[in-house]
């Protein structure tokens, strides 16, 4: 499809297992962003990459979660040593990166931490 | 500290009528201003955006409004409609859109027929 393509779309792993989220852009979009959302909560800025720049790591909530883009396009998100509260909706998104150009969103990868 | 806050958690709208969603924002560098509509089990859907540089953006039954002096933004949809029922969420970023969003907590509407 043409879309945000994310997997596995659901996961569920015991505390303390590693974890590994895929997500593929949009065909020609240069800049990537990873999201979560926990329960009852808006959506919550994790890392963006953008072309070969480095990436902005600032809204990584622990140095357990770390995230690569191999190739401008693939991009993978691991959270090491996982924590009850690592669970939540991951959402990633690509855009062009133009101005006023709105990002698209996958379907995300639900995460649920036992 | 919610840079974007959505105060409505959920609203209520008649078949056909106006549903307004409002949304305020606190840090003034933010200069884009986007809407996403969100079902369960599905990413958000970008619905209609907004430049600081424009007060009034519309797209068939969507229009949002921005007020920046008040820091306030409100979707209207005109007229509602049964599938619009979804979770909406507003959002905000600097440097016209290629910076990370920031996002509201989400209102539901519901649309009754």
């Known amino acids: 499809g043409a879309g945000v393509s994310q997997s596995p779309s659901n996961k569920v792993t015991e505390k303390g297992k590693d974890v590994e989220l895929r997500c593929d852009p949009i065909?020609?979009?240069?800049?990537l962003y990873w999201y979560r959302q926990s329960l009852g909560q808006g959506l919550e800025f994790l890392i963006y990459f953008q072309g070969n720049s480095a990436p902005d790591k600032s809204g990584l909530p622990s140095d357990r979660f770390s995230a690569e883009r191999t190739g401008g396009s693939v991009s993978t998100l691991t959270i090491q040593r996982t924590q009850q509260e690592d669970s939540a909706v991951y959402l990633c998104a690509s855009s062009l990166a133009s101005v006023g150009r709105p990002q698209h969103f996958g379907d995300g990868t639900r995460l649920s931490i036992l | 500290d919610q840079q974007v806050k959505q105060n409505s958690p959920s609203l209520s709208v008649q078949e056909g009528r106006i549903s307004i969603l409002n949304c305020d924002y606190t840090?003034?560098?933010?200069?884009?201003f986007l809407w996403y509509k969100k079902y369960p089990a599905e990413g958000p859907t970008f619905l209609i955006s907004?430049?600081?540089?424009?007060d009034k953006n519309e797209d068939g039954r969507f229009t949002v409004f921005l007020n920046k002096s008040a820091k306030h933004l409100s979707l209207h949809i005109v007229p509602s409609q049964p599938g619009d029922s979804a979770v909406y969420f507003c959002a905000a970023s600097r440097n016209s859109g290629n910076t990370p969003l920031v996002f509201g907590k989400g209102t539901r509407l519901s649309v009754i027929a």
């Open positions: 065909s020609g979009h240069t800049a």
């Open positions: 907004i430049s600081s540089i424009k």
């Open positions: 840090n003034s560098m933010f200069d884009y």
